[in-house]
């Protein structure tokens, strides 16, 4: 990956607030410029820990969320009030204490929703709502151990999609086993991309990505943006940067 910007927080609750805080900068920025941003929100630990941090934070009184639209990068196809479902636990953490509109909250269909069981079609009807160029401001995307961001994994059929925007995801090795996710090509099409992962666990795959990694064996390393692609990371998952890597800020 090149032209990567790389900004190094001291420890994971810094990378959150500080990530929460780059967010409402950035949705602030957008709506003064009169325009609605359109932010695709990922699971994991830091994608949901930074919603919550926003909520704390007086930040979000500056926000008119009733005029967001809020995608999803990926999701896990369990029923709706599962709490391993990455909108559930979206909403837990900020979506239901703010003023959305909630037909501006797009949320990919749960496994007992209108689709029922049929994740194909589920993600068939998640592809018409983010259309043919999904072009978001933001995705925001975590990162597992194994380099896999949204649920795209390493070998697997997703990361091989060249023309879906949004694809199901069948024997995914992190349970639950059945998902849905925006495939690399849409993610490409965002303004930009943020990759927000912190502790030592991701080190490795942090440092395969800056050292040249394929998307196949390695998906994060396929997740650019169009204008930019930050890695926001911790000292932990910073831990093995690539000797020489530019474009490092250490905010403490
Ligand atoms: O399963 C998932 O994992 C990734 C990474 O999660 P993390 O807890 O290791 O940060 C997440 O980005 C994705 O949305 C989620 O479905």
Known sequence: ????????????TDLNVSTAARLAAKLVQIQAQGRVPRIALTGGGSGIGLL??????????????SRIEFYWGDERFVPGQDPERNEKQARDALLDH?????????????????????????AAAYAAVVGD?????VVMLGMGPEGHVA??????????????????VRDCPKPPPTRMSLTLPAIRRADEVWIITGGDGKADAVHRALSGAGEVELPVAGAT???????????????????????VTFTA
């Not at 990956?1 to 994971?12: A, K, L, N, P, S």
């Not at 909630?102 to 029922?116: L, Q």
Request: charged share 25%; aromatic share 6%; no cysteine.
């Open 98 to 122: 703010v003023r959305v509109d909630p037909a501006k909250v797009h949320p990919m269909a749960a496994s007992d929703g209108e689709f029922g069981d049929d994740v194909d079609r589920a």
């Open 151 to 168: 649920s795209i994994f390493p070998e697997s059929p997703a990361v091989f999609e060249q023309a879906a925007t949004v694809v199901a």
């Open 52 to 65: 919550a941090e926003l909520n704390a934070s007086p930040a979000k009184d500056d926000i008119d969320f």
């Open 1 to 12: 990956m090149t032209g990567v910007e790389v900004v190094v927080h001291r420890d994971t």
């Open 225 to 247: 943006g169009r204008t930019r692609t930050l890695f926001l990371l911790d000292r932990g998952s910073a831990a093995r940067l690539p000797a020489g890597q530019s474009g």
């Open 133 to 137: 160029d999904p072009a978001f401001d």
